[in-house]
Each structure stands twice: as structure tokens, then as C-alpha cells.
């Protein structure tokens, strides 16, 4: 437990010295550890292959797997992530707002860290190198508390990120990696608000639940993904096949897959077929209602259950709805705030499903794997906010921060 | 317990009704509630007269009971406030940012409301009036629980709100004012994260703990203000001894009043007497440290519980420093991050107060108490936030949204 404390102290302190850090050091640091992890690719592939074997010793397969496997492939790119991070302009000190108001005060609005921010978050191990630049370069020290299966990646890559922070005199403690699987050590943590100052769990419901039992720091979540398309009855087919399809099976783990797609009634006899066959032929087991499976062969019957879930697997769950509303209700019903889609050609039908649809991502003719940082012009992403609160949606550098008040007066008193 | 389930749910229908309203529709029910509040002004001030008179018999004195009270200048205030709160820009459906990003997709990020915001809160009755007006202007439904000792009051001006609300075809649950006082139906609501998005507990330590301890919801604090003003060598003496008087004496029972004076030493021979001076005349209680105790008369010596504490009364702590250091770091020892000023001709002093304070306001030149979402040109404000997460100051109109993202592509697959 004191060594919970010890942990959070010293990031507390790190993150003093990184709130003033100039950006020219971030970026060094930056920089070199990206370079690091290029050269050293082969120590991370072998601490991985070692979390993979005892993944699959303990039945771990499919997409589960793949996402926590850690090719050159992936390397490379966690390293040109980190070049992008230190090419993106520094946030801390940015001046968002300049203004005089009548008293003939000067008002400025100054991007500033949030200081100490904690992450819990699941199997994927290239989230530790993500989240901690992206913190790093917004002035925050950062603790980190990856999945169990991730632990040597983890630890590999940690190891490299401390190499850098030493080569720069910078605290060691900017980055924590926890090593403990002991939830009394996590709700330790969590009780420390005086020196964490936000909680960022990205996971499944379990996690979600245990880090809003027991946190008395602010939390924003990045809970799971229950992403819907619906296929208009004035929509184009083959881009509506092209993404429905797409949606699952380019990345079935992400949060930002589709799990189930809605058809309008109207064009059901002539999409349904089409777009099962596509999805079977991509192996996807297709869970449809009963007008699904009247349409269409080798449908499983949905049952109550595969309408809300996040299945994080090449399974797609299908029904056909009456109209428009009918798709609203659903995805109100169902949906889980994250990213929510429409093919339609119709702007009216659109501009309904967008406004009244309020997750943090609606988006019109594309997949709902663009809800990502990345692709909508962030330049990185530390994940996808569920909360309202804070940041909704992608949090990039941006999200990292808050804003705070400088104002410059000639005397002014009241 | 199932009352507070039922005003919960009541909350989330109206919000989502609301978070569709258009802009004419709430701005109409601001100005009606204003002109009711005009004509009904008679009434209001009955019912606070009986809070007073309640109050008066359990002890309550002072700036507390003046921080009670509704006289009619007050109430043409508040009044007053509900006009400009419809004047000002509808934050709900604003276009943040709008820019296509390479894949072809145009992206727009959209203000839209937050959902049900509940908000605790002690004496003052006007801040119903202006929790309600500004959270209904963002979109949002409000839960209010107003202090024990405004109840009287807060009930006879909800009851004006929710005819208004009912005139216009609004669901009253848009302004929930709570009447218990039992901490149970306080705890039942705090679990609700179903239903209500944003707590904003605005308070004392005994308060904010308890929602700290209870919330499942996510929470913005309005914590007390401890605030410093830091008289540098370089000051401007004459403008020094206002700032520093007016801002404990013109409202001190308010969170921006300040609440320590720390004088650098190579000014104090001169300084302090006619500070202290200055302060006794209006009827302020000095402490002081030592070094004050020495150079002014009938000085209360200072003892270590005054230093970071927020008097709320006619109670001013001031001590001598040796630098601009140690000012720093007192006021990070003993601050809250609420609003610290510095007086100082020196403009490199300055900057290294303001970049080194990082609470949510620093101050050069000029009165803490400046520290308002109104006279920072924010139009109003729903108080005034100590919490890094979400809004960090003043919190106005566009602190009560969050931001979505709406994007449209034309068939994009990934």
C-alpha cells in the first residue's frame, strides 16, 4: 500500500517539472525513445512472443490474440506514432482566448496539464507507448496499469521509455508502469485524488464498474463500443456493403467495429442477401432477427442478448427495421454512446439521425471505424471517451489538458 | 427513495426534450420568468423574510445572513441576470470546429448539452435562479438541492419557475428543486449515473467530501477559495492597499474574496502599518505573522490554523515573505487553486507568479474578486470551479456542454 502512495507521490512531483518542461525537451525525449524502440525491436518482440505464448497456453485465440501481438510491423509504427506526437505543436501555454472586458482587464485562457493522470486499460501493449507520449507531451506524468496478459511488453517498453527519461534528466517517475495485479494496490490508487488528479479506465464493463466503486478521483471512461450502422432505404448499396462489412472485419477487437447493422424494411428483400453473404464469405457468423433469417441462409437466430453487446469477435448482428424512427429508438435503446452511422442519400434523413443521435461520433456514409483520433484529424489518440464530461469522443493531445485564467489589470478593484 | 428514482428519471425525458429546444423557445421562458420575477417580487421577499427569521433564531449573523437575504434590488438583479442569460449566444448546435481531413471526410465538432446536471449548494437562494437559467439555456434539466436555511425562498422562486416552464409547454422536471434534507435520498441520487450526468457539489469541505465519497456520477467541485494576494516589492502602493482591502471587504463571505496577504519584506516597514490601518477602519480582524505583529498595532497573532483557511467573515490573515519564492510556495502549501493575485510594477515578477500559481485564476494588478464569470466575460456563471476536469474558473454557458463529432464522408471503408 505505501508503495501505491510512494508511486503516486513521485508522479506527483514529476508532473511539476514536466508542467514547465519546454517543448524542445518533450520532443527530444520523444524522439529518442522512438528511435529506441526501432533499434531495440527485437527485444520487444521477444518479451511479446512470451505474453503470447502464455496467453495461448491459457486458450487466449482469434482477435484477442492478434491484439496483443507486437509484429516489427507494429513496432514501426508505435515508433513513427511517437515522431508524429513530437511533431505536433505543444499544447501547454497555448493561448486559446485573448480578451479585454470592460473593467479594462485583459483576460487570457492558457492551456495548461492536467497534471497526474492514471490508465487502466486491457490487452493491447502499444497503449502503454501511446498513452504515455501523448501524457508526456501534455505535461502530465502518467500511471499506467496495463492488462495482466501484456505485463513483459509492457515492461519491456517501460524499461526504454525510462532509459529515455534518464538520458534527459527527467524523472523516471513521469511514466509509472504498475507491475501489481492486486486490486487492493488499484483501489489504493483510486483513493488518491490528492495526488491523481484524473482516471482514465478503457475497458470492459467489469473494469468500468470496479474503477466507479471506488474512485474518488475524476474519472472520464472509455467504455466499450456498441456501434450501429443503418442502412437506409436511400442508401447506396454497394457503399453500404463496402462499410457494413468492412466495419466488422477489418479490426472485430476495436471498439469502434460495428456490431450490428440495421436495414430499413423497404430495400430488406434485395440488401439482406447481399450483405450476409459478404459477411459469411468474410467468415462472420451473422446473428439476424427473424426477418434476417427469412431472408437469408445460415443465419443464426438473434437472441435478446446480441442486441447491446460488443462482441469483439467476427460476429455481426442484423434486424430490419420499419424506418427511420425505429433505427433512432434502437440505437437510443441499445447503443452505448460511442459511434453510431447512417448510408443514406438523403441529407433530411441524415441531419435527423445525426441530431438526434448524441453519441460521441455519428457519422454519414462511412465506417464507424473512423472514429478514431487519428483519422479525424488529431494526430493521436490516448482513446475514446464515452463520458460527457472532460472530453467526448476521441481524446488527443487537447483532451490532456485543461484551461485555466491569466489576467492583467492596471489596478482594478471591487 | 423511489421519489428520488422518480425525480431522476422525470429529469432525463425533460433533458432530452430540452436538449432539442430551440433557441427562441428557452430564451422566451427566460424573459417570462424575469418579468414574473419583477411582478412577484413581494412574494419572494415574504418567503425570505421567514428564512431570515428562522435563521436570525438559530444564531446566523453577519455576512451568512446577509448572504441569505433577497432584498428587492436583489431580486430586480436577479431578474436582471435571466435577461442577460437570454441575450447571450445559444452555446446548443454551435460548430466549434468544422475541416475535411485527408481520407475526404468532413468533420465538425458540435456543442450539445451535457443531459441532467444536479447541482448542491448552501445559502445564497439566488443561485436557483441562476443554476436553473443557465443550465436550461445549455440544453440541460436541473436537480437542485439549495441549503436548509433558503428553502423557504429557493421553494417560492422554483414555484414562479416551474409556471413558467408549464405556461410554455415545458416539462416542470426541467427544474427539480429538492425539498429533503435527508442525507439518504441525497446518497440515493448521487448513485444514479443512469440518469443524472454532472454533479456540481459548491460548498465546504464537509460537502464536497460527501459527494466525493457517495458520487457514482462524474463530479465538477466548486471548493472553497483560499485566496492570496501577493504584494511585491514592486508594487504600486496606492493601488496595493486597495486591492487589498476592497477584496476582503466588499463581499467576504464570497469564495473570490481574499483571504491572506503575503507583503515582501524589503516593503514592509512601510507597507504594512497602513495596511493594517486600512483594514481595522473598515472593521476587519488583522492576524498576523510575527513580523506583521511587530510593525502594526492590535494585530491578532496569527496562529498555523490561518493559513489556508477561507474566513468567510471580516478576517484577514497577512504575513511577511522574504521573495517572490516564497510567496510561490506558500501560496501552493496553502492555496486552494481558486484565485491568487500578485501586485507588481514588475512585469518579469509577474510572469513568473502567473506561470508558476496554476490555480483556475492569477491575478496581476488587480482584485481577487475579479475572478466571476461576469466580469470575465463569460455572461454569467453557475459558479466557479476548483476541479481541473471538464471546466477549470468560472463556469459559464459553454462549460455547461460537452462537444460531439459529426462527420460525413461518401462511402469511405476501413
Redesign the interface.
Known sequence: MSVMIDTAQAAKRAASDL??ASTDAKNTVLNALADRIDTESDTIVRANQRDLDAATQTGITGPKLKRLTLSGDAIGQMADGLRQIAALPDPIGQVTRE?D?P?G?R?RRVR?P??VIMMIYEARPNVTIDAFALCFKAGNACILKGGREAQRSNEALAAIAHDCLRDHDLATASLALLTTSDRNDIRTLLGL?AFI??VIPRGGTELIRFV??HS?I???QHFHGVCHIFVDRDA?VA?AL??C???KT?APATCNAAEAVLVHEDIADGFIPQLVQRLQSEGVEVRGDEAVCRRARQVVPATSDDWGTEFLDLIMAVRVVSDLDAAIEHVQQFGSNHTDAIITENTAT?ATF???I??????????T???DGF???LGAEIGIST????A???MGLEELT?????????????
Open positions: 508542467g514547465i480578451y472586458v473593467s482587464l483576460v495548461c492536467i497534471g485524488d488528479d484524473l466507479h466503486e474518488r475524476p474519472m472520464v447506396d457503399r463496402d462499410i462489412v468492412t466495419a477489418s441524415a445525426t441530431s438526434r448524441q453519441s460521441s461520433c455519428t457519422i454519414v456514409n462511412a465506417s471505424r473512423f472514429n483519422q479525424l484529424g463520458s460527457k464530461i472532460h467526448y469522443g476521441p485543461t484551461q485555466r485564467f491569466v489576467v492583467v489589470g492596471d489596478g482594478q478593484f471591487r
